[in-house]
């Protein structure tokens, strides 16, 4: 049963678009959320997190917004670039760095 | 460059056979975690170790095994492997044992014949 379910799973957006990645989870224990991006060939690479006593969250061009009541937390990517272009995975953890991983979003940015 | 170095990169072998995977987790990180990557079941949490003592076991097989030592390098032990074991694995360190932020190597891919 997969804990984390992440949505679309692919998508393209033109330069300067704001892709955006949704997740959804059912474990209330679950109490840090990051996000992980992976180039192919690579290792996933943390991005950014956020914890849930946290509504909003911006590192750089990424934001995360979280809903705790709907149980659900979502990452933009503003202003996005072709570098951009990767499979981004949503994440949770209620122990210890167990991670519950979505099955991951490949974005297209293109030129 | 995460600093966590996992060897060999890629492993072909057949049915049957035992093979070992080895990571060396980020200087200083104690914590050591193995993730099992693949298409059907997308990213899944092996087992964790810190210092040496195994801490959290997830969707592991009987026929999986994993340790880490003294100096903190850890291997995964595979074994009577079959054609489902084929995937990426992926050995992570984190500094901060009681979060999810963790640093992944670049994984072992293994397929098997």
């Known amino acids: 049963q997969q804990q984390v379910k992440q949505s679309p799973q692919s998508l393209i957006v033109q330069k300067g678009g704001i892709p955006i990645i949704n997740c959804a989870y059912e474990?209330?224990?679950?109490?840090?959320f990051p996000w992980y991006q992976q180039f192919p060939g690579k290792g996933p690479a943390l991005l950014i997190a956020i914890r849930p006593d946290v509504s909003e969250k911006k590192e750089g061009r990424f934001t995360i917004s979280f809903n705790k009541s709907a149980k659900q937390f979502s990452l933009h990517i503003m202003d996005s670039q072709p570098g951009d272009s990767a499979t981004y995975f949503c994440a949770a953890d209620y122990s210890w760095g167990k991670l519950q991983f979505g099955a991951g979003t490949q974005v297209v940015v293109t030129p | 460059d995460s600093g966590v170095t996992q060897t060999p990169k890629h492993l072909i072998t057949a049915t049957g056979q035992r093979v070992t995977l080895r990571c060396s987790p980020r200087s200083g990180d104690l914590s050591v975690y193995w993730y099992q990557q693949s298409l059907d079941q997308g990213l899944q949490f092996l087992i964790q170790y810190y210092n040496g003592e195994e801490r959290a076991k997830g969707n592991i097989l009987e026929r999986f095994s994993a340790q880490q030592f003294p100096d903190l390098h850890s291997e995964l032990n595979l074994s009577s492997l079959e054609l489902g074991d084929s995937a990426l694995y992926f050995c992570a360190s984190s500094p901060t044992p009681g979060t999810g932020e963790l640093f992944f190597g670049e994984g072992s891919r293994l397929t098997v014949l």
């Open positions: 474990n209330t224990a679950f109490d840090y």
